[in-house]
């Protein structure tokens, strides 16, 4: 079993696969809903995949800036000790200075790419998706009418344009 600390640790690549909102194992019990997550996979599970991807992708990128202006400042603090150790010698202090100076564009860029903000809106509208699985299976609200399946493709692109269904 992987520490706590890196259980979650960025990866180099963004993830590639989704989760499923309701896992085929789960469904085989209940044989009753089966034309309605015929259409749940037909109208909300692509959109969910969509924004569930770029919510990790956006994760991962946003956690790996994190990580390398981390490290990168505990670098500098090494420098820094050398410094202090070897008063005579101008390399550390240099190297302390490059490294500054990259750690402050890494950290503007980190701000411009807006990773933070970008992965909060596509988890918002992932896991608005998620929770139409379960509104379309409980027939309430918009959901309880006969034509359900018009009111839930509504609601799928309300939630990808931003707007709430």
């Known amino acids: 079993m992987a520490p706590s600390l890196f259980v979650r640790f960025p990866s180099l690549r963004a993830p590639r696969s989704s989760g499923e909102v309701i896992p085929v194992e789960s469904r085989a019990r209940y044989a009753a ?20 991807l770029a919510a990790l992708s956006h994760q991962n990128r946003y956690r790996r800036q ?5 490290l990168g400042s505990v670098v500098a ?10 008063a005579e010698q101008r390399w ?27 992965y909060l809106g596509e988890r ?7 929770a139409l699985h379960f509104r379309f299976l409980s027939r309430t609200g918009p959901f309880a009418e ?14 990808e344009s931003g707007r709430e269904p």
């Open 33 to 52: 809903l089966a034309s309605d997550f015929a259409v749940l996979d037909r109208l909300v599970a692509p959109a969910f995949r969509a924004s569930d």
């Open 66 to 70: 994190q990580v390398t202006i981390l």
């Open 77 to 86: 603090s090494g420098l820094g000790g050398l410094q202090a150790v070897f």
């Open 92 to 118: 550390p202090g240099l190297l302390l200075a490059a490294l500054g100076i990259a750690l402050a564009a890494s950290s503007r860029v980190t701000s411009e790419l807006n990773a933070q903000s970008d």
């Open 124 to 130: 918002v509208k992932a896991e608005r998706l998620r």
């Open 146 to 159: 006969n034509d359900r399946a018009s009111a839930l493709r509504r609601a799928v692109v309300a939630i």
